[in-house]
């Protein structure tokens, strides 16, 4: 079982960047592929960008590629989206999600994800 906490979120400028991070508890951190998720008022959570356990290898919304980057730090039970060139649109509770497993799948729905975090919001200003 692995429990997350995001931070790092804010208000920021549309073309501006953020880092949101999510730190795990637990001792198998290394053995979970992560992913993050955001829910803007009155739409559905969304996918956004998932990484393996080994952070070999990821994938990304449409909405984000190019602008977002998905990073894992293993010995610090962490995993990290860097967002640039943010714009209004991009603004949600952002939430980290783990599932179990030594796989080289990147689910991009929130039921194949286990574990949620807290969420942390986002706002970009026009």
């Known amino acids: 079982q692995v429990q997350l906490v995001e931070s790092g979120g804010g208000s920021v400028q549309a073309g501006d960047s953020l880092s949101v991070s999510c730190a795990a508890s637990g001792r198998t951190f290394s053995s979970y592929g992560l992913a993050w998720f955001r829910e803007a008022p009155g739409k559905e959570r969304e996918f956004v960008a998932a990484?393996?356990?080994?952070?070999?290898?990821?994938s990304y919304a449409d909405s984000a590629k190019g602008r977002f980057t998905i990073s894992r730090d293993n010995a610090k039970n962490t995993v990290y989206l860097q967002m640039d060139s943010l714009q209004p649109e991009d603004t949600a509770v952002y939430y980290c999600?783990?599932?179990?497993?030594?796989?080289?799948?990147?689910?991009?729905?929130?039921?194949?994800?286990?574990?949620w975090g807290q969420g942390t919001q986002v706002t970009v200003s026009s």
């Open positions: 999600a783990a599932r179990f497993g030594r796989t080289t799948i990147l689910p991009d729905t929130s039921r194949q994800y286990d574990y």
């Open positions: 990484i393996t356990w080994s952070g070999g290898r990821s």
